[in-house]
Structure formats: structure tokens, C-alpha cells
């Protein structure tokens, strides 16, 4: 169960582990954790849909570690679930590829896929244990893809510490630099959030990017304020001096921007996740394709949450009625939640993502190069709104 104490899954490093049915990936997860995360069973295609388990782990840290279908899996559920597996590169930082005895056909295929994606992975010959002529295995393996596996047994532990060690080599070195922020605010300046608490905001608590973003801003010792839209002239003037920055919900740009001190610069929670999570660059490119959108076009939002449809939800009644009122009403608008993101994009003028706060980078950014390869524009939630707006080059970016 996640608690209010537990890093964000979005936040944690996602490593994962790969290999035919039976070839020890739930075991090696088990041994490499000390806990009974996944179900062990000589049954082949015990683990059939990935299985995501948070971890804290000396030396890697917040981890999510993905446990995957085999490679080998038969039939049309297997191939089914081939493809879910396939689709967890979108999201994992490192790769664990599995060599079980045998032909290595398979295996040095999706070793090669990662490293084809540019996905460290770390090639790892399992049950070592049990293995009769060990040594030329490894050869046999070593020879086929350049590199020496390491060696782990889930039984007896050999490899589990090497193991280790090579995935804290292989952590991206950007996995945990980039800051919310970035260098918009500093010790002891005045940051104001203004935070409408609307229907997507549950009753006692507050979304995932304000609260990832207080308390960055309190890391960085800035003096936080905060108000909901309503009372943002009084949040003001209770301030001695006008704030360094304010930071909004995007779906009120325009009255801040209107009501805002000059001396203050303003941002968005969704503009600074476009460059915490994704490329602010292209999605500010991509926020132009506003402007030749017409009745015949078709659009794409992608929300990461997979909540049901709220009245007034800013990513299905609010940008899409936005984008018609410049458009026609004719506008075609698709809209897809989680991770039900099209692998063909062709047939959009442009997609809209929300600012990606469930999903990690990694994930984001698979979405960004679908978009890219395909020629298509893409922006985010708060980019578009400030766009459409108006105001787009009057506020802050990381």
C-alpha cells in the first residue's frame, strides 16, 4: 500500500526484468529484494501482466521493479502479453535480460532491443545454480552479444551483490537532476501558488504537482504562500513585498496574469511540468499548431490519470471546448487516458498531453518521440492554455 511517506512511482527509478516463462525473473526478484514480491511457480506463464513492486533498495534508492510476462509466451493471450511487455520499455531506465539455458535466440533479440533504444540493460545468465557446463553458457552468451553476463542464482545468492552493483552503475546520470523550478526561485525568495480547489481536487488533499512542487520549494528554503483563485488579491496584500514568482494553475492564466504584480513573474504547475517531465521546447513549437486547427481537424488529448469523467475536467470539457471556440465546433477531439496512447499518431494535427505528473520521464518522453517520428505536434495542458490565451510569451520557464 503507498502511503503518504512513499516517493512517487513517477519519481522512482523503474528497472526490469526480462526472460523466457520459467527463467527465474520472479525468484531473482524475490533474492534481489529479501521480500516475496512476485509469485514463484514452476508453472510456465505464472506472471502474466507486468507487475510493478515500489521498493526502497540500498544504493539505487525509490525503485519500481517491473516484473514481466516470458518472451516465449504462446497462443493469442500470449502474444498478448507479449506486447504489454513490450510496452514496459516505454517506462523502465534500466533493463534486467535474463539467459536461462538453452537457445538464446530470444534473448539476445530483446537485448538487443533495448540497447537498440538506448535502454542500459544488464544481461544476466539466471539459476546459475543449476546450470551443467556453466562456463561455456557464458561463452556461448558472450560471444553472441559482445558482452560477459553476470552470473545469479535466486537459490544461493551468487550474483545478487554484482547485480546490485551494475544497476547503481547504469542509473541514468539525469535520472534524479532535474529540478521542478529549475532556477526560477531561490533561498528566501517569495513564491505564491495559486490553487483553485476544484472537483479534480479530492476533498482534503491536494494534487500530485503542488504537492511535489511545495515541497521542492521548501527544500530550496523559498518562503511558500498559498491561496485558491478567489482569494488571490488578498494573498497579495498580505505579503510585505510583491512575490519573486507565482506559480497557477493554468486553468486561471488569465486572471493571475491580469491581477499580477508587475515586479512578479508567473508560471504554471503544468508549464514547469512540460520541462520536468517532458521537452518544453517542442511543446511550445507544437502550441503554434493551435492556430491552423479548423473544422476539419482532429486532435489528441492524453491525460496519464485514469479517473472517470468529472464535469468541468480541464483535459475533456475545458481545452477541447477552448480549441472549438477557435476552431468550429466541428473540431474532431479523441481523448485516451493511462497508458492507451495510440502507436500511430498520423492521423492527428496535434496532441495535447497533461503535464504527466503519474507517468515518469521516461515514459513521457516515448510519447514526445511517437509525436516526433511521425511529424506531429504536441504540446501540454498549461503550454496550450497560455497559448490560446495569449499570454504564452509573458510567463516564466524552467
Known amino acids: 500500500m503507498t502511503t503518504l511517506n512513499d516517493t512517487p512511482s513517477a519519481n522512482r527509478l523503474h528497472i526490469g526484468f526480462y526472460g523466457k516463462r520459467n527463467s527465474g525473473k520472479s525468484s531473482l526478484i524475490n533474492a534481489f529484494t529479501g521480500q516475496q514480491v512476485s ?11 507486468p507487475v510493478n513492486k515500489a521498493m526502497e533498495i540500498k544504493g539505487l534508492g525509490a525503485c519500481v521493479l517491473v516484473d514481466t510476462a516470458g518472451f516465449d509466451d504462446i497462443g493469442e493471450l500470449g502474444e498478448m502479453r507479449i506486447k504489454k511487455t513490450e510496452k514496459t520499455a516505454e517506462k523502465v531506465d534500466i533493463a534486467v535480460v535474463l539467459f536461462s539455458g538453452g537457445d538464446i535466440t530470444k534473448e539476445c533479440d530483446w537485448y538487443n532491443f533495448f540497447k537498440e533504444k538506448k535502454i542500459p540493460v544488464v544481461p544476466v545468465v539466471s539459476k ?22 553476470l552470473q545469479v542464482s535466486a537459490v544461493d545468492g551468487t550474483g545478487i551483490d554484482k547485480l546490485k552493483e551494475e544497476l547503481i552503475r547504469l542509473i541514468p546520470s539525469d535520472h534524479n537532476a532535474p529540478k521542478i523550478t529549475g532556477s526560477l526561485c531561490g533561498e528566501d525568495d517569495i513564491v505564491l501558488l495559486v490553487m483553485p480547489q476544484d472537483i479534480q481536487a479530492p476533498t482534503g488533499r491536494l494534487i500530485l504537482p503542488q504537492v511535489q512542487t511545495i515541497r521542492e520549494l521548501l527544500d530550496k528554503k523559498c518562503i511558500v504562500s498559498a491561496c485558491t483563485t478567489d482569494k488571490f488579491t488578498n494573498a497579495l496584500s498580505a505579503l510585505s513585498e510583491p512575490p519573486k514568482l ?10 493571475v496574469y491580469n491581477n499580477k504584480p508587475k515586479e512578479s513573474t508567473l508560471t504554471s504547475f503544468s508549464v514547469l511540468f512540460a520541462a520536468y517531465k517532458g521537452d518544453l521546447d517542442y511543446y511550445i513549437e507544437g502550441a503554434k499548431a493551435i492556430d491552423s486547427l479548423n473544422e476539419n481537424s482532429r486532435v489528441l488529448i492524453a491525460e496519464c490519470c485514469t479517473h472517470a469523467p468529472l464535469s468541468e475536467d480541464i483535459g475533456r470539457e ?18 485516451v487516458s493511462g497508458t492507451d496512447f495510440p502507436e500511430d499518431l498520423s492521423i492527428y494535427d496535434l496532441v495535447i498531453q497533461c503535464g504527466g505528473c503519474m507517468f515518469n520521464r521516461k515514459y513521457i518522453m516515448s510519447r514526445i518521440d511517437k509525436a516526433k ?3 506531429i505536434p504536441m504540446t501540454n495542458y498549461g503550454v496550450a492554455i497560455a497559448h490560446i490565451t495569449g499570454i504564452l510569451d509573458n510567463i516564466v520557464t524552467p
Open 39 to 49: 509469485i514463484v511457480s514452476e508453472v510456465a506463464g505464472t506472471t502474466t501482466d
Open 128 to 149: 546459475a545454480d543449476m546450470l551443467i557446463n556453466g562456463s561455456a553458457y557464458v561463452f556461448k552468451v558472450r560471444n553472441k552479444i559482445g558482452v560477459k553476463p
Open 246 to 255: 507565482i506559480i497557477t494553475d493554468s486553468q486561471v492564466f488569465d486572471f
Open 318 to 335: 475545458k481545452i477541447p471546448r477552448l480549441l472549438r471556440k477557435r476552431a468550429g465546433e466541428s473540431l474532431k477531439v479523441d481523448i
Open 373 to 375: 517520428n511521425k511529424n
